[in-house]
Each structure stands twice: as structure tokens, then as C-alpha cells.
């Protein structure tokens, strides 16, 4: 949403919007001259001469309460991101259950060092480029959600999906559900680009391009990590380009390689590819190095699906550091109830685990698929803490300096520990 609101200041609008707290978007947002409200109220709407809402909010909330009653156009997020896109001469949407936003950000590095006219829009905050850039009105390149089914209502020129996992349990009856969905996105676009390592995209062609870490029509070679940071060859067409990426995580030669994909669609180089990529310095709550607790480094990521905790424990130790304090956080009732099985297999082998009360988002309290059920069931579960001072008590106790505190979850315990960390040295 602050990302569409950026958007629109540049292009000259005036623009007012509310949230429940301040943050790093709404403060920015009041340096480009928006006029932000920190509370949801009829008369926030003021002379608005329309009103975007994204699909967190509730049917009767005030505002949108009021723009309905006194005939305001309304637009949700996905609406008017198309009105935004119509404007540029190619779309590229980037789909998956895990990665999206990093994927995304990496290919526009790659467009910005082509010296390419775009926009970007992401949900998270590039280090760099922020969650939006805009150098002109040629190529429109944004992650697609699913959530909601948003995605089935955003169509692109060149589409490209991640990987598939089931996930909002809320939205998808089943895993096949979710990969029908993004088979459809796929379908309706003009050219597609689609990961073969991932076992329900292996196999699907109708003139796709495929990158994987075998064979395939792009792969990776002579894959390696220094310090962390993985390096590799790409191959593509016969040749190889060698790469080094400035992000950790295995995980991401996948996601170079989407873009090594995308760019060869729009004819961009190999090198110029690799060029842009080694621009590339990581997403905000991406295995993000945040601060110190009692000497220890403490490192956050939005991982808050099993995949992506599996992904994320599997860096920390690839890293060769001492011992591993790891505070998770669940994010929403439903997935926690409907992924119990896989929480329980990721988390079951983490030593010194701590689990941290859920981060509800949009949802009302269930038991079944609560934080203290999931400790309950993870038996080599240390603690479980269900309030900021609790956690951060019992990591002031049992921190030691050499540890390495690896925070994760999608909710609000980032800015629970990054402020703890950043004056608990």
C-alpha cells in the first residue's frame, strides 16, 4: 500500500491514509508530504476523491463505511494496482509461495543496471531500492500475491512463479487448489518462466522457460558458498557466467536464476545479469543482522512458513557459528492449525527453540492453532513466552555472548527484538 501511495505523490496526487501505529512506510510516507492518521475514523476520509484499501481491512470499517455512503469511488489494492500498470508497455509479476519479494527485488537490480525505465513494487523494503522505484514508464515489475485470490485478478505480460507449497488455509482448500491458481496465471500470460526444481512446477511447459538447479534450459554449476555467500556458473545457451551473489542463503542461486530467466525474455545479457545481481544487498527481515544481546549477534527473518523456517535455520548453521538460540513466532491461527504436521517435523530437531505467543494479523483467538498448542506439541521446545517483557527477560538470562539469536516470523516480533537488541549489546 505505501508502495501505491509513493507512487501516487510522484505523479503529483495528494495524499492522505491511515494505519494503527507509526512505522518506517507511514513516516516516510509524511517526509514525500502525504498527511497520514494514526487510527481509523469517517472523518479521515475528509474530501478524498477516492479511497484504496488493501484486503487486510475489514468490510465495516469506518472509512470504508463512509466513502461507500457518500458514493467515493472505492478501489481495493489489486484494482488499482491495474489501473497503475495499464499505464506501462510490459508487465512482469513474479508468484510463489516463498521468495517472492527477493526475487523480485533481484530482477530489478538487473533492470536498473540494463539502464531499463521501470517501476518496481514490493511488499517488503529492498536495502537499497526500497518497496517501490520508478525510472520510467516502460516496464511495470511487481510480486503477485495470493493471497485472497488476489492473483487471480492481476494479469501480466510475463509471468513468472517461484515455487508452490500449500499455505492460506483460509483462502485454498488444498495444495492443488493453491497450484491450479498459479498454473492460471501462468496460462493467461504471454511468456512464462517457472522454477523445475519445485515438484509441482516440474513438468509444466506450454512454452515456458525453466531454471533449476539440474539441467534445464537455464541451471547452475560449480555451486559454492565463501563466507556465507554462495557463488556459481549459470548456464544458458551453451556458455556459463560465472556469479556471486551478496545475500546468504542457498535458496537464493533459485532465485538468481529467475532472474538470469526473466532477463533473457527481455534480452538483457548474461553479464549486465550477473552485474546487476552482485547489486543486489538483501530485503529488510531477510536474514537481516539487526543488533546484539549480550554480545550475541541477532539475526531476524520473515520466515514463517515451514518452508522458508527450514531455509532459514539451514543458513544460520551453514554459517558455522556457535550455538543457535532460535525464537520463532507464528504467524495466524489458521496456518499454524492447518501446517501443525510440518511446524512440528521443522521445529522438532531445533535446539534451544523458543516459541513466542502468535502474531493473530486478521484472525480471531483458536486454540487449536495457537502458539501454546504448537509448544506444547514441539517437545524439545525450551520455553514459550507470550509477551514482549517475558521474552525479552529470558533472553537477557540465557544469551550468551558467542550465540547467534536467529529471530523469526512475519509479525511483530521483529521490532520486539530489534529494539531490545539495539540497546542490549
Do not use: W
Not at 525450551?382 to 537477557?396: E, M, N, Q, T, V
Amino acid at each position: 500500500m505505501s508502495a501505491i501511495a509513493a507512487h501516487l505523490v510522484d505523479k503529483g496526487c495528494i495524499i492522505t491514509g491511515s494505519d494503527v501505529k507509526k512505522g518506517y512506510e507511514t513516516e516516510r510516507l509524511e517526509t514525500l508530504g502525504a498527511k497520514i492518521f494514526y487510527s481509523h475514523r469517517a472523518e479521515n476520509v475528509g474530501e478524498a476523491d477516492a479511497v484504496i484499501y488493501n484486503s487486510a481491512i475489514k468490510k465495516d470499517n469506518p472509512e470504508l463505511l463512509y466513502a461507500k455512503n457518500e458514493k467515493i469511488p472505492i478501489y481495493d489494492r489489486v484494482e488499482f494496482l491495474n489501473e497503475i500498470a495499464r499505464g506501462f508497455r510490459l508487465k512482469i509479476g513474479v508468484a510463489g509461495c516463498h521468495g517472492k519479494t527477493t526475487a523480485t527485488a533481484m530482477f530489478a537490480h538487473v533492470l536498473k543496471r540494463a539502464g531499463k525505465k521501470f517501476l518496481m513494487h514490493l511488499g517488503g523494503r529492498d536495502n537499497d531500492l526500497g518497496n517501490y522505484f520508478y525510472s520510467g514508464n516502460d516496464i511495470f515489475l511487481t510480486e503477485v500475491c495470493e493471497f485472497r485470490r488476489n492473483i487471480d485478478r492481476f494479469n501480466v505480460d510475463v509471468a513468472s512463479v517461484l515455487n508452490v507449497g500449500f499455505d492460506h488455509a483460509d483462502c485454498y482448500k488444498n495444495v492443488n487448489d493453491l497450484k491450479n491458481t498459479y498454473f492460471s496465471f501462468l496460462d493467461r500470460a504471454e511468456k512464462r518462466v517457472v522454477n523445475s526444481d519445485d515438484k509441482y512446477l516440474f513438468g509444466y511447459k506450454n512454452g515456458a522457460i525453466a531454471y533449476g538447479l539440474e539441467k534445464d534450459d537455464i541451471s547452475a554449476e560449480n555451486i559454492s558458498v565463501k563466507d556465507g555467500l554462495p557463488e556459481f556458473d549459470v548456464v544458458l545457451r551453451g556458455k556459463k557466467t560465472h556469479v556471486k551473489l551478496n545475500v546468504y542463503g542457498l535458496h537464493n542461486v533459485n532465485n538468481a536464476l529467475n532472474a538470469f530467466a526473466l532477463a533473457e525474455i527481455l534480452g538483457i545479457g548474461a553479464k549486465e545479469t550477473a552485474e546487476g545481481l552482485s547489486c543486489f544487498y538483501g530485503i529488510k527481515r531477510r536474514f537481516e543482522k539487526v543488533g546484539y544481546i549480550n554480545g550475541a549477534e541477532v539475526i531476524c527473518d520473515y520466515a514463517h512458513h515451514p518452508t522458508e523456517i527450514a531455509a532459514a535455520i539451514n543458513t544460520a548453521e551453514s554459517l558455522g557459528k556457535n550455538r543457535i538460540i532460535t525464537v520463532f513466532q507464528p504467524h495466524t491461527y489458521s496456518r499454524t492449525k492447518a501446517l501443525m504436521d510440518d511446524f512440528i517435523k521443522v521445529l522438532g530437531n531445533v535446539k534451544n527453540l523458543i516459541i513466542y505467543q502468535t502474531y493473530a494479523a486478521r484472525e480471531d483467538f483458536d486454540e487449536s492453532g495457537s502458539a501454546e498448542r504448537l509448544f506444547r506439541n514441539v517437545k524439545s521446545a525450551k520455553a514459550y513466552r507470550f509477551s514482549p517483557d517475558g521474552l525479552k527477560k529470558y533472553l537477557r538470562k540465557e544469551v550468551k555472548n558467542g550465540d547467534t539469536v536467529l529471530v523469526l516470523g512475519a509479525g511483530d516480533v521483529y521490532d520486539i527484538v530489534k529494539d531490545f537488541s539495539s540497546s542490549c549489546r
